[in-house]
C-alpha cells in the first residue's frame, strides 16, 4: 500500500545523491533532518549538515564515522543502501520538496489528531 506520509526509498534515494554526488548544495535551502520520516535518515542529513559546514564534500567514510560519534550507530550498510538508490534521485531538489511536502502531511495529520 502507497503511504501517503512518508517515501523511505526517496530519502534513501537523495542521501545517496548528497553523500555520493555531492548534491547537497542542491537540497540545503529545502530540507532539514526533522523532514526525514526515519529518525536514521535524519541523522544521516544531520551528520552530513555538519561535516559539509567543516570540510565541504565530505566522504562516505567521514559521514559514517560522524553518525558513529554522534549517534553511535554503525550506518555502513545503510549509507551502502543510499549509494544503490542514487540512481533514482535523478532530481535532488524535486526529492527534496518531495520529502518536505510528505513531512509537512504529517505535521497536518498530527494536529488533526490532536484537535
Known sequence: MLNL????DIEKALLGRIIFDNAYLDVCDIIEPKHFNAKEH?????????????????DMVDVIEA????YGKDST???????????????????????????????????????
Do not use: D
Not at 553518525?67 to 554522534?70: I, N, S
Open 5 to 8: 506520509h512518508a517515501n523511505h
Open 42 to 58: 535524519g541523522e544521516v542529513y544531520a551528520a552530513y549538515h555538519e561535516l559539509f559546514l567543516k570540510h565541504s564534500n565530505p
Open 67 to 70: 553518525v558513529r560519534l554522534k
Open 77 to 115: 550498510t545503510f549509507i551502502g543502501a543510499c549509494q544503490e538508490l542514487a540512481k533514482n534521485a535523478w532530481n535532488p531538489a524535486e526529492k527534496a520538496e518531495m520529502i518536505r511536502e510528505l513531512w509537512l502531511r504529517r505535521q497536518l495529520k498530527e494536529l488533526g489528531q490532536q484537535l
